[in-house]
């Protein structure tokens, strides 16, 4: 069993930075891949970025890349998500997720466990 906790979130000016961490327990973290997604208001699940058990592949959707960067840090089982340049539109409650993806990383799916989610409020 894995528990997933998020902090980081919080209110920044368009154009600001934050970084966001999700902390787990379960010693079967670092064997897992682990994911980020968000839900802004009146919309659906997006997925964010995602990282390999062993952070030696990460993946992004388009609308982040050169902006957001996802790492990993197995010895604290912690996984992070550096967000630079935020817009507005980056407005969202941000959630982290781990499970054995085998291959569709962007799929909320093909993950087994979240976390409560951080919200992250971006100012024009």
């Known amino acids: 069993q894995v528990q997933l906790v998020e902090s980081g979130g919080g209110l920044v000016q368009a154009g600001g930075s934050l970084r966001l961490s999700c902390a787990a327990s379960?010693?079967?973290?670092?064997?897992?891949?682990a994911g980020w997604f968000r839900q802004a208001p009146g919309k659906g699940w997006e997925f964010v970025a995602a990282?390999?058990?062993?952070?030696?592949?990460?993946y992004y959707v388009d609308s982040v890349k050169g902006r957001f960067t996802i790492s990993r840090d197995n010895a604290k089982n912690t996984v992070y998500l550096q967000m630079n340049s935020l817009k507005p539109e980056d407005t969202a409650v941000y959630y982290c997720?781990?499970?054995?993806?085998?291959?569709?990383?962007?799929?909320?799916?093909?993950?087994?466990?979240w976390g409560q989610g951080t919200q992250v409020t971006v100012s024009s």
């Open positions: 990282i390999s058990w062993s952070g030696g592949n990460t």
């Open positions: 379960g010693r079967t973290f670092s064997t897992y891949a």
């Open positions: 997720a781990a499970g054995p993806v085998q291959s569709d990383y962007a799929l909320a799916d093909s993950y087994d466990y």
